[in-house]
């Protein structure tokens, strides 16, 4: 990516505030949270998420006339990788910031935005994405949580489940059938829902981790207003897939980031623990490496907009694109494998970091640190990073994206 001398004077400012920023009270915070330590000083970041916020460093890719910086391209692309090498926790309010804030803007009404951008911006309320339910995962259209009205509110009742940070969140943005008796994508709205009232019960799922980020949700004759549905009612679908495609953008450079440290500091393990002499070791160390350039590679040319390898699916990329649902943020119906490619990249290429980690600290990393589930921290990335290839699309529904629109496959048929 051509960084001009202004990206270069942005960077540093970035950068020095960072540094400013990450002292005091917020020194300790370095490194906290992410996948798997979600739990970690919440209050501490949510603190710290409100400071960012008051200096004008959320929402730095909204539009300027909802609140946002109007950053160029480059400069999210310098504010995250800045933000992930100064070790700077992770944002408490990123779902509101990077998911349903986008959603709003594109198809909210002028009293939405007007309503909830600005508590997004100021990390004033958290959020929740309440889509999956036991039975709608991958295949999102099967989702059975209904919404009826009652005067002048909706009423909602069924289950989601595995949703992340819903202990915490103020809201919660919702896929719920509303036209009774409609199928699949059909009769599905996107509601806005307050998550504070007698009508929701948040039960928290215990993982692998021993910690507990994601949640069961119940909605049993919960409520929310009328107006507060997004798109216009039955139009749900459209909504939802318009959020997934908002996910993961320019972040992933920062993720990226964290990705290097992280490998850097298995190197440095290796080293100590004689690893390093181990031929098998280096090659996967080696091989670790090149995936992480080839990562950094492929998101650079993505996000530059840089054009696709041609496949035989390119003609009928468009007719292979939807259906199915899944949550993999691809499936927008713009024929783009490119989030696919990345994120089977990333997750794939963390979960063998995890792996190679245990092989690196050897018979030690069997054992908790100490009683009753004390892990450290590869041990937890270790554990955590097997949901990587199930959160945000698994890969298998990965697959059969690149399947369809790159190769042209006809579409799997539905059991
Ligand atoms: C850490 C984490 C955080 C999450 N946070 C949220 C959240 O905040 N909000 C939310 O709504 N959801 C969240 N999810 C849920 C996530 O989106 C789903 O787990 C995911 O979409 C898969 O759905 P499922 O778990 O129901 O698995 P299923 O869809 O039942 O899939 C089970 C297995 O079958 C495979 N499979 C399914 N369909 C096909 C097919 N057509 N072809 C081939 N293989 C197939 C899958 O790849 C998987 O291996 C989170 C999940 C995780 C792990």
């Known amino acids: 990516m051509q960084l001009s001398p202004e990206d270069e004077q942005f960077r540093r400012r970035v950068r020095q505030w960072l540094e400013q920023g990450l002292t005091g009270r917020f020194a300790a915070l370095r490194g906290a949270g992410g996948p798997g330590r979600e739990e970690e000083a919440h209050a501490g970041r949510l603190a710290w998420n409100r400071h960012l916020a008051a200096a004008g460093w959320t929402c730095l890719s909204w539009p300027p006339e909802h609140g946002g910086r109007g950053a160029t391209l480059a400069q999210q692309v310098i504010f995250h ?75 909602i009742t069924g289950q989601k489940i595995w949703t992340s940070l819903a202990h915490v969140a103020d809201w919660c943005f919702l896929l719920a059938r509303t036209q009774a008796g409609s199928r699949r994508s059909e009769g599905l709205s ?61 972040a992933t450079l920062g993720q990226q980031i964290g990705f290097e ?39 650079l040319h993505t996000l530059e907009g840089g054009p696709e390898p041609a496949g035989p699916g390119a003609a009928s990329a468009g007719a292979a694109s939807t259906g199915a649902a899944s949550t993999g943020a691809a499936s927008t119906g ?38 009753p589930y004390d892990l450290d921290d590869w041990q937890r990335l270790f ?27 006809p579409r799997q048929a539905r059991p």
């Not at 009404?109 to 995962?137: H, M, N």
């Not at 945000?392 to 994206?401: H, L, P, T, V, Y």
């Open 81 to 155: 990788e800045e933000y992930a090498r100064a070790g700077a926790p992770t944002r408490v309010g990123y779902l509101g910031e990077e998911l349903v804030g986008p959603t709003l803007i594109a198809f909210g009404t002028p009293e939405q935005q007007r309503r909830f951008l600005p508590a997004i911006k100021a990390v004033d309320e958290l959020w929740c994405q309440g889509y999956s339910e036991p039975g709608a995962g991958s295949d999102l259209a099967a989702v059975s949580t209904t919404a009826a009205l009652d005067g002048d509110e909706w009423v």
């Open 190 to 250: 996107y509601l806005l829902v307050p998550m504070r009232q007698s009508g929701i019960t948040v039960r928290p799922i215990r993982q692998l981790t021993g910690t507990s980020e994601f949640n069961e949700v119940f909605f049993d004759g919960a409520r929310t207003r009328r107006d507060l549905v997004v798109g216009a009612p039955g139009d749900g679908w459209r909504v939802a897939m318009g959020t997934l495609s908002f996910e993961r953008g320019v």
């Open 261 to 299: 440290r992280e490998l850097g500091r298995l190197v440095e393990a290796a080293r100590r623990t004689g690893a390093a002499d181990d031929p098998v070791l280096r090659d996967k160390l080696a091989r670790a490496w090149i995936g992480l350039a080839a990562m950094r590679a492929h998101a």
């Open 334 to 371: 713009a024929a783009s494998t490119a989030p696919s490619v990345l994120k089977m990249l990333w997750s794939r290429w963390h979960q063998e970091l995890g792996e190679l980690a245990m092989e690196v600290l050897g018979a030690p990393s069997m054992v908790a640190r100490g009683a």
């Open 383 to 409: 554990l955590f990073s097997r949901a990587d290839t199930i959160y945000g699309g698994s890969d298998e529904i990965q697959r059969n994206i690149i399947a369809g629109r790159a190769l042209g496959l």
